[in-house]
């Protein structure tokens, strides 16, 4: 048991570092995301300042009072945009080590980019006066970076851009070039309450980039239990069977179950294949397999391994079936008369041979440390194997074990016997039944 415990410790904590990568990977890309979308508006709006300065100059000098220059729109752009451009660089290096960007970087990075407006404000304020700086755009600035902060998926950080641009906006407006008397005091009430909104949208920036990082969080936790189901049973595993693994949580550590066990071959395929190109080979079975485990997934059953020219499949493990040997049989039966229509229509023709054993299994997740995959141990898989070799012998297509034939009772008065019939590795002839 404590073996067993052990691996699955192992697998969940491979799971959740799997979880964790990938969700650092999806915040430090919508992180990237941010960057662009602050340097093309950063862009925008200093090519709309340049040109309010060419096309309207007198307009423009009126505002300022004649203070502005055209240079003081680089003063602020350049060196914010070569930052966002170095934070970028730093955020992909990271990204290619397979490392999170530190929180103290974080942090830093929202200290100096939500300064921007704090320094256009300044400018402002000594071009325009403080009160018409302060009614002009260069506040409205901070709601760009606070509504960007929703693209950090951090809660903290948001709320962090928020009070950053309430506390600079609230020096900005009462310290900067304070009031005299009782004005000062009237201003502090004033820009206190403007600086609390800005610091509310913080917050409420925050609550949204939280939730999407939440939903972020279901996303990639379904995609890694996804993928962890599809890397344990095979790429062949239908979206059906994923979706009940996912819903029903089916164990994958080794314990006892009552399988029925298929196994499928194509009889003289190999000769066939002598004469044939390695691209028509591959055709031919792909257009047989696919047909074949459509079948079984619509019945239940799964591939659990092929095996060349055929393959391995289940009915009650991983998930359980309650009448595994009537799905079993019934996804046989079909298989049969599918594969007769395939045969009419193919230059190919291929004859099928199905042998059907039900019994209990050692099931679970078996493999090294580094690949593992779900499959069954045990005499039911053997004998159901040895089983099949005999349709060679005997000349049949489909075999049952007898108690696949005490499984279906009254469903199953087709049943031909074949008598008791020497298997290899078995030291007496064991009952075998054939189906049609």
């Given at each position: 048991?404590?073996?067993f ?10 799971v ?8 650092m990977r999806?915040?430090?890309?919508t992180?990237?995301l ?6 093309a508006?950063t862009?925008?709006?200093?090519a709309v ?5 060419f096309f309207a100059?007198?307009a423009?000098s009126r ?5 502005l220059?055209?240079?003081y ?7 914010l945009?070569v930052?966002e451009?170095?934070v970028?660089t730093?955020?992909?290096?990271f990204?290619r080590?397979g490392?999170?960007l530190?929180?103290?970087?974080r942090?830093?990075g929202?200290?100096?980019e939500?300064?921007?407006p704090?320094v256009?404000?300044?400018?402002h304020i000594?071009?325009m006066g ?9 506040p409205l ?5 606070i509504i960007l ?5 951090d809660?903290w950080l ?5 009070l950053v641009a309430?506390a600079?906006?609230?020096y900005m407006?009462?310290f ?7 004005e000062?005091?009237?201003?502090i009430?004033?820009?206190?309450a403007?600086?609390m ?11 949204v980039?939280?939730q999407l990082?939440r ?9 890694t239990?996804?993928?962890r189901?599809?890397n344990l049973?095979g790429q062949h ?6 979706e009940r693994?996912m819903m ?5 550590k ?15 395929f190999t000769a066939?294949a ?7 080979v ?5 257009g047989a ?6 079948i079984?997934d619509r019945h239940?059953?799964?591939?659990n391994k092929f095996?060349?020219d055929?393959f391995?499949a289940l009915?009650?493990?991983p998930i359980?079936?309650?009448d595994a040997?009537?799905?079993?049989v019934?996804?046989a039966?079909e298989?049969l008369?599918a594969n007769?229509?395939?045969?009419a229509s ?8 199905i042998?059907?054993?039900?019994g209990?299994?050692?099931?679970g997740?078996?493999?090294s440390p580094?690949r593992?995959e779900y499959t069954?141990?045990?005499d039911?898989?053997?004998f159901?194997?040895?089983l099949e070799?005999?349709n060679?012998?005997l ?9 696949v034939r ?6 199953c008065k087709d ?5 008791e019939?020497?298997v290899?590795g ?8 054939q189906?049609?």
């Amino acid at each position: 048991m404590a073996g067993f415990w052990n691996r699955d410790a192992a697998r969940a904590t491979t799971v959740s570092a799997d979880f964790h990568r990938a969700l650092m990977r999806e915040v430090m890309t919508t992180e990237l995301l941010r960057i662009k979308v602050l340097v093309a508006t950063t862009i925008l709006l200093g090519a709309v300042s340049l040109l309010m300065q060419f096309f309207a100059p007198e307009a423009v000098s009126r505002v300022w009072h004649g203070n502005l220059s055209p240079i003081y729109v680089f003063y602020v752009i350049v060196p914010l945009i070569v930052f966002e451009l170095w934070v970028h660089t730093a955020i992909t290096w990271f990204m290619r080590k397979g490392r999170d960007l530190p929180v103290v970087r974080r942090y830093i990075g929202v200290l100096i980019e939500t300064s921007l407006p704090t320094v256009v404000l300044a400018l402002h304020i000594n071009s325009m006066g403080t009160q018409q700086a302060l009614g002009f755009v260069a506040p409205l600035i901070y709601f760009v970076f606070i509504i960007l902060s929703t693209l950090r998926l951090d809660f903290w950080l948001s709320t962090f851009t928020g009070l950053v641009a309430s506390a600079e906006l609230f020096y900005m407006a009462v310290f900067f070039h304070p009031a005299n008397g009782g004005e000062a005091l009237h201003n502090i009430y004033y820009h206190a309450a403007r600086s609390m909104i800005v610091l509310i949208c913080g917050i409420l920036a925050g609550a949204v980039g939280m939730q999407l990082r939440r939903q972020f969080e279901a996303s990639i936790a379904a995609a890694t239990a996804r993928d962890r189901i599809t890397n344990l049973f095979g790429q062949h595993v239908s979206p059906q069977v994923v979706e009940r693994l996912m819903m029903e949580g089916a164990s994958t550590k080794s314990d006892i179950r009552r399988v029925a066990v298929m196994f499928v071959d194509f009889r003289s395929f190999t000769a066939g294949a002598r004469t044939r190109s390695p691209q028509e080979v591959v055709d031919r079975l792909d257009g047989a397999f696919a047909v074949l485990v459509d079948i079984l997934d619509r019945h239940g059953g799964i591939v659990n391994k092929f095996l060349g020219d055929g393959f391995l499949a289940l009915f009650g493990a991983p998930i359980h079936a309650g009448d595994a040997p009537h799905q079993a049989v019934a996804a046989a039966r079909e298989m049969l008369a599918a594969n007769e229509r395939i045969n009419a229509s193919s230059g190919w023709p291929l004859r099928i041979g199905i042998a059907i054993h039900v019994g209990e299994v050692v099931a679970g997740n078996i493999g090294s440390p580094r690949r593992k995959e779900y499959t069954v141990i045990g005499d039911t898989v053997n004998f159901a194997a040895r089983l099949e070799a005999l349709n060679k012998e005997l000349g049949s297509q489909f075999l049952i074990s007898s108690e696949v034939r005490e499984a279906l009772g009254d469903d199953c008065k087709d049943a031909i016997s074949r008598g008791e019939i020497p298997v290899r590795g078995y030291d007496r002839p064991i009952p075998v039944w054939q189906l049609g």
